[in-house]
């Protein structure tokens, strides 16, 4: 008997049992992807957002004095004569205190020539003494208008400079939380509409993620990728968004 005789069939039948797998496998690939074409129609994907307007509840002042003098001893006298002016002023208007930074010392200088040689020295002539300072108070109009009345400083010889303001809203992360909740039933309300257009409706919420919060200006919609937290407006406009998951019967 020739042995390519006996071969053959077994032959044929390992090829057969090959195409007979490959075949399965291509029809389960063919179902798999069938099965998630489905199952991606069943869910909507839509963007919710909310919008609150605030008003500021804490103001920041910086300010800064500043005295010189011919020497560090004098200088530092005259500062702390300005240092019980500006504590008045502040006590006279019912501002208990403020923030002080540490004091910052600089020479000042002339240039100098030599009448000898004709070279040009540097020459220590005094001291600068500058004072900062820091404000907070939760009546957010009564800073802006002290710094109107900071003229009288100036009057009493104090070289008294207003600085800026910041307007804070303390309660800015309970309202992210608030309109994060309010996003998300936006973005259902958006989802039922375009879902009902389609025959569909909207079942339960598969998926959400929050969006960056922006706190700008009033009515501004200005937007930037980290998020805005504008302090420079005591009237502010918070925008929160949310990128929600639905399913879908």
Do not use: C
Request: no cysteine; glycine share 6%; aromatic share 6%.
């Amino acid at each position: 008997m020739n042995p390519s005789n006996v071969s053959r069939p077994h032959l044929f039948g390992v090829l057969a049992g090959l195409a007979l797998a490959a075949g399965l496998v291509f029809t389960a690939l063919v179902l798999a992807n069938a099965w998630t074409r489905i199952a991606e129609s069943q869910v909507i994907h839509v963007t919710g957002s909310a919008r609150k307007n605030v008003r500021s509840d804490l103001v920041v002042w910086r300010a800064s004095y500043a005295v010189e003098a011919p020497t560090l001893l004098e200088a530092q006298q005259r500062l702390r004569a300005d240092h019980d002016k500006v504590s008045a002023f502040f006590a006279q208007r019912e501002i208990k205190g403020f923030a002080a930074s540490p004091i910052h010392i600089r020479e000042l200088t002339a240039r100098q020539r030599q009448d000898d040689d004709d070279t040009v020295t540097s020459v220590r002539v005094g001291y600068r003494l500058t004072q900062s300072i820091e404000v907070h108070s939760a009546d957010v109009e009564l800073l802006p208008r002290l710094a109107g009345e900071s003229g009288e400083l100036l009057q009493q010889d104090v070289a008294f400079m207003s600085g800026e303001f910041e307007f804070i809203y303390t309660k800015a992360g309970e309202a992210k939380v608030e309109m994060m909740a309010e996003a998300t039933k936006d973005a259902r309300s958006r989802a039922e509409q375009i879902a009902t257009q389609g025959g569909r409706r909207i079942k339960e919420l598969r998926d959400a993620k929050m969006g960056v919060v922006q706190i700008n200006p009033l009515y501004s919609s200005a937007t930037s990728w980290e998020g805005n937290n504008d302090t420079s407006a005591l009237e502010k406009t918070i925008i929160a968004t949310v990128t929600t998951t639905f399913a879908m019967n």
